[in-house]
């Protein structure tokens, strides 16, 4: 192989995107809210786009109705069309009209705004401040504002509000061990204040707060009044893992407690928070505009109409479309709003052409998953972007761009438009079987098991092909750990009966923590 320098020709083919199908890309991936947000900023930078105001109560319907796009106004009689052309500039200089008189604001100086506008900036701000929600107190600032009912010497407080401030979001202390937190250099007495303000840390409220593991967090709530505070004790102290795993007759075994007692221990222990700063966490729902809405006509066929209300309608200024021609404009300002005109015509064509996209990708998803809108989910169809693409005449890429962070609202509920787009298998019968309609059987098959003798995942695939669906048993597998459903040892539920547990019974293991299922079931302490 021979390593040089040099220069050569070669003729390759290169698919390079131009500035207008980047641009008209970006806008058809935008959901609603952005793009409106899109538009209002292209109208604060661009000068050349206006919106064009509907008077909604003199014609609702006809408001309601109309696009979102406006062509340019129709040209008068005497002016002749605007062309921006660069081979031919002259056709775009030869009409000129009395700008300064028909569009007086534009010529007025802004330049230095008057007292009253600056007061009315400062009101805005004002009503804009006093209007904004106040923020919850975290969980630092509950537990420091408790600390002021206790008579702390500066040190030790000091100390206490340095834990306060390494616990996590669920109110767990960071590091289990207190020489960490303090560094290498600590001492004896250092870490003694340490282990005083822990103390002091674990009897604020809520209760558990300051734990270092989930054991510690459910012993400090723990009070001697309540019932069956040694059974709890000793369960959560020793045989915390056997409660997650359900291994209750092996509990029974070793501890001499009755399969009854337990039950009922495991109850209260339900009760308990494992964590306890979760209530403190700021849950923020992002909002759900539907992009999209499905409505069922006369016939009993589904059309799709866009959410058009909230765009503002645009048009190209006139102003700026007459001053362009006028011969008395610089160069500058000339090639300022050609580039200008150019923008803002880019952005109308995009909007109508995500428009019509998106109207047609929708219509032809909501046809194929008929059967999804009049019967219910457990009917959704095997779909694919390819076909859907293949039916509108588009690339793959498109359709998903479409789809992307798009909701519809339908009849059954507002839904993301991703969710129509699923693999599928095929039944005994040949047809073919949406993968959540395989989960949504999975789920019923499950739920309606013997609790007491729950179905293994092969017994699970023996029963999904008595209903016509055949799939592998790592598949069963997989849909069951997405569901978050334990497997058939950790969902088995122990009959609370009195009586000598056998070995047998005490080597099987049970449910998992997070899935409990009836009163006689499963231990939740995760």
Same mark, same amino acid.
């Given at each position: 192989?021979?390593?040089?320098?040099?220069?050569?020709?070669?003729?390759?083919?290169?698919?390079?995107?131009?500035?207008?199908?980047?641009?008209?890309?970006?806008?058809?991936?935008?959901?609603?809210?952005?793009?409106?947000?899109?538009?209002?900023?292209?109208?604060?930078?661009?000068?050349?786009?206006?919106?064009?105001?509907?008077?909604?109560?003199?014609?609702?319907?006809?408001?309601?109705?109309?696009?979102?796009?406006?062509?340019?106004?129709?040209?008068?009689?005497?002016?002749?069309?605007?062309?921006? #052309?660069?081979?031919?500039?002259?056709? #775009?200089?030869?009409?000129?009209?009395?700008?300064?008189?028909?569009?007086?604001?534009?010529?007025?100086?802004?330049?230095?705004?008057?007292?009253?506008?600056?007061?009315?900036?400062?009101?805005?701000?004002?009503?804009?401040?006093?209007?904004?929600?106040?923020?919850?107190?975290?969980?630092?600032?509950?537990?420091?504002?408790?600390?002021?009912?206790?008579?702390?010497?500066?040190?030790?407080?000091?100390?206490?509000?340095?834990?306060?401030?390494?616990?996590?979001?669920?109110?767990?202390?960071?590091?289990?061990?207190?020489?960490?937190?303090?560094?290498?250099?600590?001492?004896?007495?250092?870490?003694?204040?340490?282990?005083?303000?822990?103390?002091?840390?674990?009897?604020?409220?809520?209760?558990?707060?300051?734990?270092?593991?989930?054991?510690?967090?459910?012993?400090?709530?723990?009070?001697?009044?309540?019932?069956?505070?040694?059974?709890?004790?000793?369960?959560?102290?020793?045989?915390?893992? #056997?409660?997650?795993?359900?291994?209750?007759?092996?509990?029974?075994?070793?501890?001499?407690?009755?399969?009854?007692?337990?039950?009922?221990?495991?109850?209260?222990?339900?009760?308990?928070?494992?964590?306890?700063?979760?209530?403190?966490?700021?849950?923020?729902?992002?909002?759900?505009?539907?992009?999209?809405?499905?409505?069922?006509?006369?016939?009993?066929?589904?059309?799709?109409?866009?959410?058009?209300?909230?765009?503002?309608?645009?048009?190209?200024?006139?102003?700026?479309?007459?001053?362009?021609?006028?011969?008395?404009?610089?160069?500058?300002?000339?090639?300022?709003?050609?580039?200008?005109?150019?923008?803002?015509?880019?952005?109308? #064509?995009?909007?109508?052409?995500?428009?019509?996209?998106?109207?047609?990708?929708?219509?032809?998803?909501?046809?194929?998953?008929?059967?999804?809108?009049?019967?219910?989910?457990?009917?959704?169809?095997?779909?694919?972007?390819?076909?859907?693409?293949?039916?509108?005449?588009?690339?793959?890429?498109?359709?998903?761009?479409?789809?992307?962070?798009?909701?519809?609202?339908?009849?059954?509920?507002?839904?993301?438009?991703?969710?129509?787009?699923?693999?599928?298998?095929?039944?005994?019968?040949?047809?073919?079987?949406?993968?959540?309609?395989?989960?949504?059987?999975?789920?019923?098959?499950?739920?309606?098991?013997?609790?007491?003798?729950?179905?293994?995942?092969?017994?699970?695939?023996?029963?999904?092909?008595?209903?016509?669906?055949?799939?592998?048993?790592?598949?069963?597998?997989?849909?069951?750990?997405?569901?978050?459903?334990?497997?058939?040892?950790?969902?088995?539920?122990?009959?609370?009966?009195?009586?000598?547990?056998?070995?047998?019974?005490?080597?099987?293991?049970?449910?998992?923590?997070?899935?409990?299922?009836?009163?006689?079931?499963?231990?939740?302490?995760?």
């Amino acid at each position: 192989m021979r390593l040089s320098l040099g220069q050569e020709m070669r003729q390759v083919q290169k698919q390079i995107l131009a500035p207008r199908m980047i641009q008209s890309m970006e806008i058809l991936q935008l959901p609603i809210l952005a793009l409106q947000e899109r538009i209002e900023q292209e109208m604060q930078e661009n000068p050349v786009l206006e919106q064009v105001e509907v008077d909604p109560d003199l014609v609702p319907e006809e408001a309601e109705q109309t696009p979102e796009i406006v062509p340019p106004e129709p040209i008068a009689e005497g002016e002749r069309e605007l062309v921006i #052309d660069e081979s031919k500039p002259e056709a #775009d200089f030869e009409r000129l009209v009395e700008m300064d008189e028909q569009w007086p604001e534009h010529f007025e100086d802004h330049s230095r705004p008057s007292r009253n506008r600056i007061e009315e900036e400062e009101q805005r701000h004002h009503d804009a401040m006093a209007n904004l929600m106040d923020r919850p107190p975290s969980l630092q600032d509950y537990l420091r504002s408790q600390l002021a009912w206790f008579d702390l010497a500066p040190p030790l407080r000091a100390m206490c509000e340095r834990i306060i401030y390494n616990l996590d979001s669920n109110g767990y202390l960071t590091t289990k061990n207190l020489q960490d937190l303090l560094g290498p250099e600590a001492t004896k007495a250092d870490l003694a204040l340490a282990e005083q303000a822990l103390a002091v840390v674990q009897k604020l409220d809520p209760p558990g707060v300051g734990a270092r593991d989930l054991r510690e967090c459910l012993l400090l709530q723990l009070s001697a009044g309540m019932p069956y505070y040694e059974e709890l004790r000793t369960l959560i102290t020793n045989h915390l893992e #056997d409660i997650e795993q359900n291994r209750l007759p092996a509990i029974a075994k070793k501890t001499g407690y009755s399969l009854q007692t337990i039950h009922a221990a495991l109850q209260e222990l339900r009760k308990l928070n494992p964590k306890p700063g979760a209530d403190f966490q700021e849950e923020f729902v992002p909002p759900v505009t539907p992009d999209i809405y499905v409505e069922r006509d006369e016939d009993g066929n589904y059309k799709v109409r866009l959410e058009e209300g909230r765009l503002p309608r645009l048009t190209i200024s006139s102003y700026y479309r007459r001053l362009l021609t006028d011969p008395q404009t610089n160069e500058q300002t000339r090639e300022y709003i050609k580039r200008k005109l150019n923008s803002a015509q880019w952005l109308i #064509d995009a909007i109508a052409q995500r428009r019509n996209t998106l109207l047609r990708v929708a219509q032809a998803i909501v046809d194929h998953q008929k059967n999804f809108l009049d019967k219910g989910p457990e009917y959704i169809e095997p779909l694919k972007m390819q076909q859907i693409a293949e039916k509108v005449g588009v690339h793959v890429t498109t359709v998903s761009r479409a789809v992307d962070d798009k909701w519809i609202q339908t009849p059954r509920g507002i839904f993301p438009l991703k969710r129509f787009f699923c693999g599928g298998t095929v039944s005994a019968d040949g047809d073919e079987v949406a993968w959540d309609a395989v989960r949504l059987k999975l789920q019923e098959i499950i739920a309606n098991e013997d609790k007491q003798n729950p179905l293994s995942d092969e017994e699970l695939v023996k029963e999904l092909a008595k209903h016509g669906i055949h799939v592998a048993r790592r598949t069963v597998t997989k849909y069951r750990k997405a569901l978050r459903i334990p497997s058939s040892r950790q969902r088995r539920e122990w009959s609370a009966v009195m009586g000598k547990v056998s070995t047998k019974s005490a080597s099987s293991p049970g449910a998992s923590p997070s899935h409990s299922e009836g009163s006689s079931g499963t231990a939740s302490v995760s």
